[in-house]
């Protein structure tokens, strides 16, 4: 059975299991956002398997469209950035399962989220997501997701 954790107080087990690339991003960040963020985990047998961050402020992913970003959390919104399922688990619904439980733990919260791969856009629909926007970001575009 696996356990939905918020694991805030001790995130290094989800920075343990991140790509080099984003935990550079965060880990050394996190002090500036512990205070307006909540970091979760699904556990199974004290294993973290996957994980995610929401935030109520900008965050290092969304820099490039500060602004954008702030009228999201100014009309009551949070954010949910770096999800994150360990490689060896994945195809198996954590993605799924761990944004479902988060979810159904916080119903009367509106999210919103990005995403650089538009192939993603199909996962995030099947949890009553809805793409509102695309915004540039650096060389790329992401794509903006949002849940009432």
């Known amino acids: 059975m696996r356990l939905f954790k918020d694991i805030s107080n001790n995130p290094n087990p989800f920075w343990k299991i991140l ?4 935990r550079i991003e965060i880990e050394p960040v996190w002090d500036k956002y512990a205070r307006c ?14 994980g995610l961050i929401s935030f109520s402020t900008v965050s290092p992913d969304t820099m490039c469209y500060r602004e ?19 490689e060896s688990m994945r195809g198996q619904g954590l993605g799924r399962e761990i944004l479902e439980k ?6 009367k919260t509106a999210y919103w989220l990005s995403i650089e791969d538009h192939k993603l856009r199909t ?12 915004i540039p970001c650096g060389d790329s575009t992401d794509w903006i997701m949002s849940r009432d």
């Open 37 to 50: 963020s909540s970091v979760f985990g699904l556990l199974n047998d004290q294993e973290l398997e996957a």
């Open 19 to 22: 790509p080099e690339d984003w």
């Open 102 to 107: 988060l979810l159904q733990s916080t119903p």
């Open 68 to 86: 954008y970003a702030e009228s999201w959390f100014k009309r009551g919104y949070r954010y949910i950035g770096f999800v994150y399922v360990v």
């Open 123 to 134: 996962f995030y629909e099947k949890l009553s997501f809805k793409l509102v926007d695309k």
